[in-house]
């Protein structure tokens, strides 16, 4: 059983930065991967940015440049820094854990960008 703890959501105006967690109940060295999905209404989960247990990171292309996914071992965090928000990055952020074909997901956190 993997448990994810995720915090930083908010509202934020366009051009904005948020920084969002996700606190692991176990190692994040013994996932294969981690990532951040987003789910705005109507919409499909899509993911966001992801980072191997090597260190291999990967983002979608409407983010990339402006998202940045790194983690701490020492308190198996992973974050995701998001600078220049824009009113489209508007949707609840799901922390994902995927180890031995299985994904472990957060409870989400809102993300809500506008004036």
């Known amino acids: 059983q993997v448990q994810l703890v995720e915090s930083g959501g908010g509202l934020v105006q366009p051009g904005g930065s948020l920084r969002l967690s996700c606190a692991a109940s176990i190692s994040i060295f013994s ?3 981690m990532g951040w999905y987003r789910q705005a209404p109507g919409k499909e989960r899509e993911l ?3 980072i191997t247990d090597g260190g ?7 983010v990339k440049g402006r998202f940045t996914i790194y983690r701490n071992s020492a308190v198996n965090t ?3 820094q998001m600078n220049s928000l824009k009113p489209e990055d508007t949707a ?7 180890t031995d074909y299985r994904h472990w997901w957060g409870q989400g956190t809102q993300v809500t960008v506008s004036s």
Do not use: E, K, R
Request: hydrophobic fraction near 30%; aromatic fraction near 26%.
């Open 31 to 33: 996932a294969n991967s």
């Open 48 to 50: 966001v940015a992801t």
């Open 56 to 62: 291999t990171t990967n983002y979608a292309d409407s």
């Open 78 to 80: 992973v974050y995701l």
């Open 92 to 98: 609840v952020y799901y922390c994902n854990y995927y």
